[in-house]
Every structure is written in C-alpha cells, then in structure tokens.
C-alpha cells in the first residue's frame, strides 16, 4: 500500500535533500588518488567520477523536471533517491573502476533532491514566500561543500576510500524514509499526458522573461566557477599562496554565499523579485569593480582579491533565490520543467565559462583578468535582472492602460 504523507515536506527535509545533492559531488574528492591506485587506473579516467558526473546531472535535470510535471514530485523524487542508494551500494562494492563509474553515474539521480525540492516550495507557496525558503534551503548548498572534503578526508584517512560510499549508502537510505513518510504530493495538478504537457511548453520556452531569469542564473552562477577555475591558478603562480591558505581563503566566498543566502530568506518575501535580483547583482559589480581599481593602483595582493570576491558569494546568496522562484513562477504546472531547465542551463554555462577561463589567464596578469571576467558575467547577470525588470513593468503598463479600457 502507498504511503502518503499527511502534511506539507518539512524545511528540514528539503534542505537535507538539496544538501546530499552537493555531498554527492565532494564528499570524496580527497580520495580520488587512493581510489585510482585501488583500481590501478588512470587518474584521468577515475576523474570522470567528477566530470561525467556532472554531464549526467546535467541531463538529468531536463528529464526529471518534466516526469514529476507529468507524474508527480513524490515518485519521481523516491525514484531518484532510490537510484542513488543503489548506486552508492554499487560503488561502495565496485571491483573494477568500470563498474566503479557505471554505479557513479546511477549516483547522478540524487540531483532530483535539488530540483524538485525547489518545484515542491513553489508547489505549496506563493513566489516571495517560495524565494525566501529558497534562501534558507541553498544555505545548505554553501555549507555541504565547506564539510564535505573535510569529513571524506577523515574517513579516507582513518577507515579507506569506501567508507565515504557506506556513508552515501546510509545517508540515502535514511533520507529515502525521510522522504517516503514526510513528503505528500504537492504537484496537484499533473499533466494528463506528456503530449499535453508538451503543447504548454512553448510558452515557457518562447517566454523572454523565463529566459531573462534563466540568463541571470547562468551568469550568476558563472561567476562562481570562472572563481573555481581561476583561482588556484593566481594564488599559486602570482601570490605564492600555499594551498592550506588557499583553501581557507576559496572558502571566503562560500561564507558570503551564506550570508547573502540568509538575507535572501529574511527579505525576499519583503520586497519585489527584481529588486532583490538587481540589488544582489549590483553587490557582485561593485565589489569586483572595487578589487580592479585597488588592483590597477598598485594594490596586488592577494587579500586584496579575495576582498573582491567574497561579494560575488553574497550577491549570489542574495539574488538566486528570487531568480529560481521567479523561473518556476512563470507556468506553475510546469514548476519541475522550469527547475531542470534553469539547472542544466547553469551547470552547461559554467562548464562553458571554466574552459574559457583556462584560456584567458596569463601569468602575468592573471588576477586582473579573473576579476575582469568575473566582472564581465556579473555584468551579464545584473543586465538580465534588469530586462526582468523592464519587462515586468511594460507588461504593468499594460495591464492598467487595459483596465483604464474596461473602466471607460
């Protein structure tokens, strides 16, 4: 007999599931040498539990958002947590670094924890409500990276690589009952077929405000990994900075993206979408602004950078929220649709923008440039909130120049 859950998903569990979604990915990053010494493989082929990974998520995105439109958050999310224990089981008992990568991908389903628990906060509440808990849920998104590393190196250390795949296995399996007896299901409109749903999707794609929101996001976020790109390049070739003091420094924009993440669950119900998006954009432009004119006077120091991109952090604390609510706003019976697509637009993007950023530093002027170009995407970000901006008022406009009509 199914299970239904009686109340409305707890904060706590969404937050649990968008933080695994993170875990999945960083939890045992220290131990990728051992596990390639294991397998006796390549380095570069065990790396591909990173990098597929990520491509697989990315595709992932587009099809889960639109089977839980089609068929509901509820199985589509146990489904997905369902996999990822499966998969965490596989890798935990792999022989071989093929199977090893075969049950990494399956691990890949978690990513349904982050979407739809977006889709599910919109599901239950209005759009400045659902951007204020989007606030408080990404908080976890900043948090799990900062803890992940630290607790796999731990369990490497003391007990072998696998430990971090018991721990995936049993964190799975102990949100998978979370999941099955606190999540209901709030998708309670779905579509009656996928062919219905697909003549819907026009509108959501042909929507220049959604993508106004969707290129926020992308250059947004952007900014971030262009940061994780780039910087170990600078602090090491131009700073001199030894990566125990990288480390401490890279998490500097992690702590802002908290903070900026708390104001965001704070005011975003207060204010409008657009203000919030313009006001965390602006933050990012100023602050990177400030870092090239210290910079350009004389000032190259690597306090001096990370003072410049620690308001990247806050800025995207501040804005994403309002951006993903406003995405998943713009066809409310396509909330999951929305969610998948701005997600794999960004983790595209930012593979994109990590490339180019490989090509553009130079030596001599690499942290100039880094600022520059992480200047440039805030630019592009701050740029679309404003079309948001612009759209939403002529539309205004337009809705009271067509009740002045009806009046007369």
């Known amino acids: 007999m199914k299970a239904v859950a009686e ?3 707890r904060l706590l569990t969404l937050i649990l599931l968008a933080a695994l979604s993170t875990l999945s990915l960083n939890l045992f990053l220290p131990s990728l040498t051992n596990i390639a010494q294991d397998f006796q493989a390549d380095y570069a ?22 089977m839980s439109d089609r068929f509901g958050r509820r199985p589509v999310l146990l489904c ?8 965490s089981l596989g890798c935990l008992l792999a022989s071989d670094i093929y199977s ?14 982050w979407v739809l628990s977006m889709a599910m906060i919109r599901d239950t509440h209005s759009e400045g409500e659902a951007a204020s808990l989007i606030g408080y849920v990404a908080m976890s998104m900043a948090i799990a990276p900062m803890l992940g590393p630290m607790i796999g190196g731990l369990l490497d250390e ?8 018991a721990l995936y296995s049993v964190m799975g399996l102990a949100l998978l009952l979370l999941c099955w007896f606190d999540l209901n299901e709030t998708n309670r409109t779905p579509s009656a077929t996928f062919a219905v749903q697909f003549e819907a999707y026009p509108e959501l794609l042909g929507s220049r405000r959604f993508w106004g929101f969707a290129l926020c996001a992308v250059f947004s976020t952007g900014a971030f990994y262009v940061f994780l790109a780039g910087v170990p390049l600078v ?8 990566p125990g003091v ?8 992690t702590a802002g993206f908290v ?3 708390f104001v965001a669950g704070r005011y975003s119900n207060r204010f409008p979408r657009t203000t919030m998006m313009i006001g965390g954009r602006s933050i990012a432009c100023v602050g990177l602004t400030l870092g090239l004119i210290l910079f350009l006077a004389g000032y190259a120091h690597g306090l001096t950078l990370f003072f410049a991109t620690v308001f990247v952090g806050v800025s995207n604390g501040i804005s994403m929220p309002s951006v993903n609510a406003g995405a998943i706003s713009m066809r409310p019976e396509l909330a999951g649709s929305a969610a998948g697509l701005v997600g794999a637009s960004t983790v595209g993007g930012g593979a994109m923008l990590t490339t180019l950023t490989g090509y553009l530093l130079e030596e001599g002027d690499a942290a100039i440039r880094l600022l520059g170009i992480m200047l440039f995407c805030s630019a592009l970000a701050l740029m679309a909130a404003i079309y948001v901006l612009i759209i939403d008022r002529r539309e205004a406009r337009l809705e009271s120049i067509g009740a002045s009509d009806v009046d007369r």
């Open 158 to 165: 003391f007990f072998g690589w696998r430990a971090s795949f």
């Open 259 to 261: 903070v900026g993440s």
């Open 235 to 242: 602090a090491a070739r131009q700073f001199s900075i030894s």
């Open 100 to 113: 090893f990568l075969l049950f990494r991908a399956l691990q890949g389903a978690v990513i349904s924890g």
């Open 80 to 87: 997905g947590l369902s996999c990822f224990l499966v998969g």
């Open 45 to 66: 082929l065990v790396s591909l539990s990173i990098a597929g990974y990520l491509a697989i998520t990315a595709v992932l995105q587009l099809v889960i958002g639109p």
């Open 7 to 9: 109340s409305s998903p």
């Open 246 to 253: 990288l480390g401490f420094y890279m998490g500097t924009i």
